[in-house]
C-alpha cells in the first residue's frame, strides 16, 4: 500500500490507509478480487523506475565534488598514475567526435595521455578535427592507419602508443564525466592491487540528456560470462592487456567483452575494481555507437563467440548459448559422470493439502538420476498428512520420512535432515515448492558442482506468476528482500539480470542447493539464534567467508506459495522472536548490509525493484 500511495498514478494523491478501501470499492466495481487489482497495480510502477524524469531529479539532488575539492584530493595523493585513454576513430560525426575529445580535455584529473588511431576514415572533416586537437595538447598523440582494419586492429594501433601503465576505452562518440579519471587515480590509491576498474554509466539522447543510468554490483564473474556488464568504462593495466594480446581481430562488436573475460580470468575479487560512480556517457542518438550494438546481431554473434573462448580456455566442458535477449548468454555447466545423489530435505508439519503437491510435482517433475527426499516432520498430528506420508514413502523408494519431535525450528530441522542425508549434494526446499521445469535440479546442482560455487539459488514465481525471488539483496528493509519481487515472469528485470545467471550475495533456503561437504565446513545453520528467520541469509554468508561465491540462476523455475505452511509472524511472540532475529544479523553482518557486493549503493534500500536511492 505504500508503494502504491507513493508511486501508481491511480492512488499517489492518497494516503495510505486509504488506499486499501480504495481499491476493493475499484475491485468490486470491476468484478475482481482487490489482491489481483493490488498486484497488478504494484506492477505497473515497476516500469522502467530510472526514466528521464527520474533520473534526472536523481542527479539534481546528487551532492558531487567541487573543481577545488577535487584538486585538493588529487594535491593529496602520494602517486599520481598517468591513465592513457584508448580512442579508436572511424567517420563519427565531427561535432560528436569533437564533444568527445572534449571530455577529456575537461578531466579534473590532468595526468593523462590521449592515443587515437584513426581507422582510415574518409570524411576529412574527421582528421581536420584530429589535427586540430592534436596541435592543441601534448598529451595527445594521434596515428593515422593507412587501410581500414576496424574496431580491434585500430584498438591496437593506439595501444602502441600507451606510455602509461593504465588505459581506458573510449568510443569516439562518447563522453567520460569530468571526474572519471579523478575518481579512476582516487580508486587506485585506495585498492593499489587492482588490474581491472569499471565503472557505473549511463546513456545520451540526441539532446544530450542523460537516461538510463547503469549502477552496477562489484566483481560478478558470473554475469560477465551472461553478458558484458563491466563495460563502460573499462581500466586496464596495460602490462595485463599486453600480456593477453591485445585486441583480438574477428570479435569486432564484443572486443570490449572479450578483452574483459580474458584480462579477469585468474583474478581475485581484490583486482577487480568497481566505481560506484557515473563516469561514462553512452550516446544512443541515430547512428551511434550504443543503438548499433542494440540492433546488429552480429554483435551479439561475437559475444557468444568470446564467452565460448573463455570456456574453451578456462571451464573445458561449459558450454554457452545465447541468452533470451540480444547480447545475453547462457552458460550451460555439466555434470560430474556419474551425477552426484542429491539429497532433498523437506521440512513440515501437517498441511497436506500443501505437502502433497509439492513432494508429488518433485518426484513426477524432476529429471534427475540420483536423489532422496527427505520429508522432516515436525510433530505432524493431521491424520490425513500422517497417512499420505506413510503412503509415499512405501510405493517411492526415494522417500523417507524422519520424525523431529522438538519445537519448530527450521535451522535445527534443516541440521538433523542433513545428518540423516544420504546424498553429496542437499537441497533445501520448502514443503510449500513446485517445480515447472523438470531440469530444475540439474541446472542447480551443475552449478553446486563448480569448485568455487558455494549455495544456489532457483527462480521462485507466486502462483500468479509474478517473481517472489530472484535472489537476496542485502539491506533491503534493514536486514535482506528478494530481489525483483512482484516482477512479471516475463519480465527481464534491471538490465536483464531477471534473466541472467549471476553471483549474488545470498539465496533464499525456500529452494538452495549446496554441497554437504560446504554444509558441514561452515556448520549447517544457526539453530541458536535464527531459528526461523534470516538463517539462509547467515548461512550464504558464512558460504561467501569461507571463500565460496553464491549463484543464483534463472533457469530453475518453482512455484512457491510463500510462508503458507508457517503463517506470517503476527503475534507479539512471533513479533519478539523476528525483532531479535533481526538484530542478531545486523549485529554480525551490519557493515555487509549496508553494502552488499552483489548491488549498487546508489540504490534503494527500501523497494526490491532497483530504484534509485
Known amino acids: 500500500?505504500?508503494?502504491?500511495?507513493?508511486?501508481?498514478?491511480?492512488?499517489?494523491?492518497?494516503?495510505?490507509?486509504?488506499?486499501?478501501?480504495?481499491?476493493?470499492?475499484?475491485?468490486?466495481?470491476?468484478?475482481?478480487?482487490?489482491?489481483?487489482?493490488?498486484?497488478?497495480?504494484?506492477?505497473?510502477?515497476?516500469?522502467?523506475?530510472?526514466?528521464?524524469?527520474?533520473?534526472?531529479?536523481?542527479?539534481?539532488?546528487?551532492?558531487?565534488?567541487?573543481?577545488?575539492?577535487?584538486?585538493?584530493?588529487?594535491?593529496?595523493?602520494?602517486?599520481?598514475?598517468?591513465?592513457?585513454?584508448?580512442?579508436?576513430?572511424?567517420?563519427?560525426?565531427?561535432?560528436?567526435?569533437?564533444?568527445?575529445?572534449?571530455?577529456?580535455?575537461?578531466?579534473?584529473?590532468?595526468?593523462?595521455?590521449?592515443?587515437?588511431?584513426?581507422?582510415?576514415?574518409?570524411?576529412?572533416?574527421?582528421?581536420?578535427v584530429l589535427k586540430r586537437y592534436a596541435e592543441s595538447d601534448s598529451r595527445i598523440q594521434v596515428v593515422y592507419r593507412p587501410r581500414n582494419g576496424h574496431i580491434c586492429a585500430a584498438s591496437n594501433s593506439a595501444l602502441a602508443l600507451v606510455k602509461s601503465d593504465f588505459v581506458a576505452l573510449l568510443d569516439h562518440d562518447d563522453l567520460l564525466s569530468p571526474r572519471a579519471l579523478f575518481h579512476v587515480a582516487e580508486a587506485l590509491h585506495r585498492f593499489p592491487e587492482a588490474k581491472v576498474l569499471y565503472s557505473d554509466e549511463d546513456k545520451l539522447n540526441d539532446k544530450v540528456e542523460r537516461y538510463d543510468p547503469h549502477f552496477k554490483s562489484r566483481w560478478n564473474p558470473d554475469l560477465l560470462l551472461s553478458q558484458n556488464y563491466l563495460s563502460h568504462l573499462g581500466v586496464y593495466r596495460t602490462e595485463l592487456v599486453k600480456q593477453v594480446g591485445g585486441f583480438r581481430e574477428g570479435y569486432e562488436g564484443s572486443q570490449d567483452h572479450d578483452l574483459a573475460l580474458r584480462c579477469t580470468f585468474g583474478l581475485t575479487a581484490d583486482e577487480v575494481v568497481h566505481i560506484p560512480h557515473v563516469l561514462y556517457h553512452w550516446r544512443a542518438g541515430e547512428g551511434s555507437t550504443a543503438q548499433a550494438s542494440q540492433q546488429k546481431d552480429y554483435t551479439s554473434e561475437a559475444g557468444l563467440k568470446a564467452v565460448r573462448s573463455a570456456l574453451e580456455t578456462s571451464w573445458p566442458g561449459a558450454r554457452a548459448e545465447h541468452g533470451s535477449l540480444p547480447n545475453t548468454y547462457r552458460v550451460i555447466w555439466p555434470l560430474p559422470d556419474p551425477a552426484p545423489k542429491v539429497t532433498l530435505l523437506v521440512p513440515t508439519r501437517d498441511r497436506v493439502e500443501i505437502l502433497r503437491p509439492c513432494v508429488d510435482a518433485i518426484l513426477e517433475r524432476t529429471d534427475y538420476p540420483d536423489l532422496e527426499l527427505l520429508i522432516l516432520d515436525n510433530q505432524s498430528e493431521c491424520q490425513e498428512t500422517l497417512t499420505y506420508m506413510s503412503e509415499v514413502e512405501e510405493r517411492d523408494s526415494r522417500v523417507r520420512v524422519l520424525a523431529w519431535h522438538e519445537p519448530f525450528n527450521y535451522s535445527a530441522i534443516n541440521n538433523f535432515g542433513a545428518r540423516q542425508a544420504k546424498g553429496e549434494i542437499l537441497a533445501l526446499v520448502n514443503n510449500d515448492i513446485e517445480p515447472i521445469r523438470e531440469d530444475w535440479l540439474r541446472e542447480m546442482v551443475s552449478h553446486a558442482c563448480r569448485p568455487d560455487i558455494g549455495c544456489v539459488g532457483a527462480k521462485l514465481y507466486y502462483p500468479n506468476d509474478t517473481v517472489q525471488h530472484g535472489g537476496v539483496i542485502l539491506g533491503i528493509g534493514g536486514v535482506a528482500g528478494h530481489a525483483h519481487k512482484y516482477f512479471s515472469r516475463n519480465s527481464p528485470g534491471y538490465f536483464s539480470r531477471l534473466f541472467l545467471t549471476q553471483n549474488m550475495s545470498a539465496v533464499t533456503a525456500a529452494c538452495l542447493v549446496v554441497r554437504k561437504s560446504i554444509f558441514d565446513e561452515v556448520g549447517g545453520l544457526n539453530e541458536k539464534d535464527l531459528p526461523v528467520a534470516f538463517n539462509d541469509v547467515d548461512f550464504c554468508l558464512r558460504v561467501v567467508e569461507a571463500g565460496y561465491r553464491n549463484l543464483w540462476t534463472p533457469h530453475a523455475e518453482l512455484y512457491h506459495h510463500e510462508s503458507i505452511s508457517r503463517g506470517a509472524d503476527n503475534n507479539s511472540k512471533k513479533r519478539s522472536r523476528a525483532q531479535g532475529e533481526s538484530s542478531y544479523m545486523r549485529e554480525t553482518w551490519g557493515a555487509l548490509l549496508d553494502h552488499d557486493p552483489a548491488y549498487n549503493p546508489n540504490l534503494t534500500l527500501v523497494h526490491e525493484d532497483f530504484s534509485l536511492r
Open 1 to 128: 500500500m505504500q508503494r502504491l500511495s507513493n508511486m501508481h498514478y491511480a492512488w499517489r494523491t492518497m494516503n495510505k490507509q486509504d488506499v486499501l478501501p480504495a481499491l476493493k470499492q475499484k475491485a468490486a466495481d470491476q468484478g475482481r478480487h482487490w489482491r489481483d487489482l493490488a498486484l497488478s497495480d504494484y506492477e505497473e510502477t515497476f516500469e522502467r523506475v530510472t526514466a528521464r524524469r527520474s533520473y534526472r531529479q536523481w542527479l539534481e539532488n546528487r551532492k558531487t565534488l567541487g573543481p577545488d575539492k577535487v584538486q585538493r584530493v588529487i594535491d593529496k595523493l602520494p602517486n599520481k598514475p598517468q591513465i592513457s585513454v584508448l580512442l579508436p576513430v572511424f567517420n563519427p560525426q565531427p561535432e560528436w567526435l569533437e564533444a568527445c575529445l572534449d571530455s577529456v580535455l575537461e578531466q579534473q584529473y590532468p595526468y593523462w595521455q590521449l592515443c587515437i588511431a584513426d581507422d582510415a576514415s574518409t570524411d576529412s572533416r574527421v582528421h581536420e
